[in-house]
């Protein structure tokens, strides 16, 4: 059984940083691409980075190119997602998920496994 369970939130000042981690259990977590996604009340749910299974390849959303990197420690079948210089509109809860198959996409449908979330407020 497929379960991701995502850690790290929390309140932080504008400009600051925040990691989040999204440890995966009951899969083959090498073989599975993983992304993360946002949802700030009131919004539709929007992804945020991804990172494909294979070679490593990443896609970001252009909100936060420049100041997120998604990385992943197949060892401890964990996926990070560093967060600097944070901005308020940053503030959502934020999801980790996964897919079978190599490919990185930010399209939320394509992903069929949810964490259950962590809420990140960035607020002076």
């Known amino acids: 059984q497929v379960h991701l369970v995502e850690s790290g939130g929390g309140l932080v000042q504008p400009g600051g940083s925040l990691r989040l981690s999204c440890a995966a259990s009951?899969?083959?977590?090498?073989?599975?691409?993983i992304a993360w996604f946002r949802q700030a009340p009131g919004k539709e749910r929007e992804g945020v980075s991804c990172?494909?299974?294979?070679?490593?390849?990443?896609g970001y959303a252009d909100s936060v190119k420049g100041r997120f990197t998604i990385s992943r420690d197949n060892a401890k079948k964990t996926v990070y997602l560093q967060m600097n210089s944070l901005k308020p509109e940053d503030t959502a809860v934020y999801y980790c998920?996964?897919?079978?198959?190599?490919?990185?996409?930010?399209?939320?449908?394509?992903?069929?496994?949810w964490g259950q979330g962590t809420q990140v407020t960035v607020s002076s």
């Open positions: 990172l494909s299974s294979r070679y490593n390849s990443t």
């Open positions: 009951g899969f083959t977590f090498d073989y599975y691409a």
């Open positions: 998920a996964t897919k079978s198959g190599s490919s990185c996409t930010l399209k939320f449908g394509r992903y069929g496994y």
